[in-house]
Each structure stands twice: as C-alpha cells, then as structure tokens.
Nanobody, 123 residues
Framework: VQLQASGGGLVQAGGSLRLSCAAS????????MGWFRQAPGKERLFVAA????????YYSDSVKGRFTVSRDNTKNTVYLQMNSLKPEDTADYYC?????????????????WGQGTQVTVSS
C-alpha cells in the first residue's frame, strides 16, 4: 500500500484545513487507517483512526470535537477535517494504514506510512 498525504499549509488560529490521504495498492480501501502528527523534536503521536467501513472512529483527547476523520472507499482516500485549529496543532501530519482491521493508537501498529504534510497554525 502506498500513501500520499496532502492538504497541509499555513492557517491562522481558529481556522480550518482538510488533509487528504490517497491510498493505492492491492489492499487499499480495505485497511484501517490512522492519522498521526509529529512536532519538531517530539515523538509521533496518534491523532485519529477510522475502521475499514468508516463506521467507527477514534480520536485523541487533544483533537476530539475539533477534528473529524472520514473516508471514501470509492476513491481510496481518507480525510482529516481540522477545525478550530490552535498553534499547538502545528506539526507534520502523517497518514498510516494497517494490514489488518481494528482501531489502533500505536505507531508500531501501522504497517504503511505516507510522507507527511506540514500544518502550521499561527497565533
């Protein structure tokens, strides 16, 4: 599975961005997917996850109520809608895919990673 993340950019606090993650490959569209972020000098952290069908989602406490993960399996694409952005949301955002189903929070539980897209929120 190959993953291509896009949609990052510079936005003012309180603004919105939508990230996209396009998947390709033999099993794309049948993977549980996750979004992670990594600020400079810090570890990569879980943001959100969505199961294969898109029915079930899970969020970190820091983004719950502000971010929404969704997917369109006809387009093999997962989205992360980010609203009410804060300066502390500034990071490189990565999408990831699991070979198996289920919602998982750990970096090591994902098998495939995209290249990351940078999000900068100014105060």
């Amino acid at each position: 599975v190959q993953l291509q993340a896009s949609g990052g950019g510079l936005v003012q606090a309180g603004g919105s961005l939508r990230l996209s993650c396009a998947a390709s490959g033999r099993t794309s569209g049948r993977n549980s997917m996750g979004w992670f972020r990594q600020a400079p000098g810090k570890e990569r952290l879980f943001v959100a996850a969505i199961n294969r069908s898109g029915v079930h989602t899970y969020y970190s406490d820091s983004v719950k109520g502000r971010f929404t993960v969704s997917r369109d399996n006809t387009k093999n694409t997962v989205y992360l809608q980010m609203n009410s952005l804060k300066p502390e949301d500034t990071a490189d955002y990565y999408c990831a895919a699991r070979s198996e189903g289920g919602l998982r929070l750990g970096v090591s539980e994902y098998d495939y990673w995209g290249q990351g897209t940078q999000v900068t929120v100014s105060s």
